[in-house]
T-cell receptor, first 113, second 116 residues
């Protein structure tokens, strides 16, 4: 079972920041937080991941709370092409079944003009 | 990021036939690949883990004799749906784990299988 909780859906205006929350209150000390997104009828796309420090790359920023029980994915300037289902996943960062990605239902982000 | 391809992108077959789907890592060697299935309006479900040179590990409830997985090289894994039936119609997606410290998985574009 997925170990994260996300809102079912969110709307965002084009050009504004999209802030997608994720709760992972049972995360263990050596589990990472990963974010993927899936645009309709495509394979999931890796966005970003982190352990406890905030992370930023060309796609997004990941803010992890100090207690690591929740995180927020930030798309700084959402475009229509960012409309997708966003998945927050916690996993161990090594091989074996404990490192498998288990997908929950994710958040359906709709970016509107 | 790393690139994973799948072929074909979509396939239509008759009930009772077998279908092979290929998954390739294009710019890295993947000792571990994964196969997922996604039904309409549902999330991805992990079917099996494919390790190069060894037998695949199947998730509970997935029939290993129906979904044959071969990972003969570090860049290619294949999924064969044997004796396909309409209920096997689904979106099949593979992913590959990039070896290294972060061990991030990258996904292929998916294969839409329709069994008539």
């Amino acid at each position: 079972d997925a170990k994260t909780t996300q809102p079912t859906s969110m709307d965002c205006a084009e050009g504004r920041a999209a802030n997608l929350p994720c709760n992972h209150s049972t995360i263990s000390g050596n589990e990472y937080v990963y974010w993927y997104r899936q645009i309709h009828s495509q394979g999931p796309q890796y966005i970003i991941h982190g352990l406890k420090n905030n992370e930023t790359n060309e796609m997004a920023s990941l803010i992890i709370t100090e207690d690591r029980k929740s995180s927020t994915l930030i798309l700084p300037h959402a475009t229509l092409r960012d409309t997708a289902v966003y998945y927050c996943i916690v996993r161990l960062n090594y091989g074996g079944s404990q490192g498998n990605l288990i997908f929950g239902k994710g958040t359906k982000l709709s970016v509107k003009p | 990021g790393a690139v994973v391809s799948q072929h074909p992108s979509r396939v239509i077959c008759k009930s009772g036939t077998s279908v092979k789907i290929e998954c390739r890592s294009l710019d890295f060697q993947a000792t571990t690949m994964f196969w997922y299935r996604q039904f309409p309006k549902q999330s991805l479900m992990l079917m099996a883990t494919s390790n190069e040179g060894s037998k695949a590990t199947y998730e509970q409830g997935v029939e290993k004799d129906k979904f044959l997985i071969n990972h003969a090289s570090l860049t290619l894994s294949t999924l064969t749906v044997t004796s396909a039936h309409p209920e096997d119609s689904s979106f099949y997606i593979c992913s590959a784990r990039v070896p290294g410290y972060t061990d991030t998985q990258y996904f292929g574009p998916g294969t839409r299988l329709t069994v008539l």
